[in-house]
Antibody, heavy 118, light 108 residues
Framework: QVQLLESGPGLVKPSESLSLTCTVSGDSMTTPSYYWGWIRQSPGRGLEWIGSISFRGTTYYNPSLKSRVTISFDTSKNQFSLGLTSVTATDTAVYFC??????????WGRGTLVTVSS | EIVLTQSPVTLSLSPGERATLSCRASQSVSTYLAWYQQKPGQAPRLLIYNASNRATGIPARFSGSGSGTDFTLTISSLEPEDFAVYYCQLRSNWPSITFGQGTRLEIK
């Protein structure tokens, strides 16, 4: 069974950078056709796709966040990471890592709350 | 940018009743649409993909229909565990995805 687990600081100061890691178990991130993504949820913005990375390492970002986002992976650790710079209170949200899918399965982490506050 | 609009915002029904949830796209998306269920404190759970295909393990009382701009999620007979928030998700520009604003299904 594929499992994803988010980890990282729960509190980030305004103007600083947010950094989260997703550890994948039960499958390899380099399996062809898979995309691994970050999605966040807040009361004000609902569910918002942040970006994805393909099994080849190609990245795709939400245009509204593109200038501040970096997604990368470490295949040796079967992990992928999210970096978001210059955070403000509007970046406060529950952050999910996921492997969205269909017939091959759709998997999400439990989510981690990140609060931006001084 | 394609926008998804879900209706109603809140739906109040009793167990055993039939639920019909709507999702409308601002332009045609063929059948590149999915439906998710989310309960408090949990991640969204995939119910339907490609507009009408049930995901693995999803009960047969859940069904999806539609193509183009108008889509429907139907729950044929509500069980107590079905009361949750439901989201439609656009997948026509994969891996970019967009969510609707959600429909809250509450017990009447």
């Amino acid at each position: 069974q594929v499992q994803l687990l988010e980890s990282g600081p729960g509190l980030v100061k305004p103007s600083e950078s947010l950094s989260l890691t997703c550890t994948v178990s039960g499958d390899s991130m380099t399996t062809p056709s898979y995309y691994w993504g970050w999605i966040r949820q807040s009361p004000g913005r609902g569910l918002e796709w942040i970006g994805s990375i393909s099994f080849r390492g190609t990245t795709y970002y939400n245009p509204s966040l593109k200038s501040r986002v970096t997604i990368s992976f470490d295949t040796s650790k079967n992990q992928f990471s999210l970096g978001l710079t210059s955070v403000t209170a509007t970046d406060t949200a529950v952050y999910f890592c996921a492997r969205p899918g269909g017939s091959l399965g759709d998997y999400w982490g439990r989510g981690t709350l990140v609060t931006v506050s001084s | 940018e394609i926008v998804l609009t879900q209706s109603p915002v809140t739906l109040s029904l009793s167990p055993g009743e039939r639920a019909t949830l709507s999702c409308r796209a601002s332009q045609s998306v063929s059948t590149y649409l999915a439906w998710y269920q989310q309960k408090p404190g949990q991640a969204p759970r995939l119910l339907i993909y490609n507009a009408s295909n049930r995901a693995t393990g999803i009960p047969a009382r859940f069904s999806g229909s539609g193509s183009g701009t108008d889509f429907t999620l139907t729950i044929s007979s509500l069980e107590p565990e079905d009361f949750a928030v439901y989201y439609c998700q656009l997948r026509s520009n994969w891996p970019s995805i967009t969510f609707g604003q959600g429909t809250r299904l509450e017990i009447k």
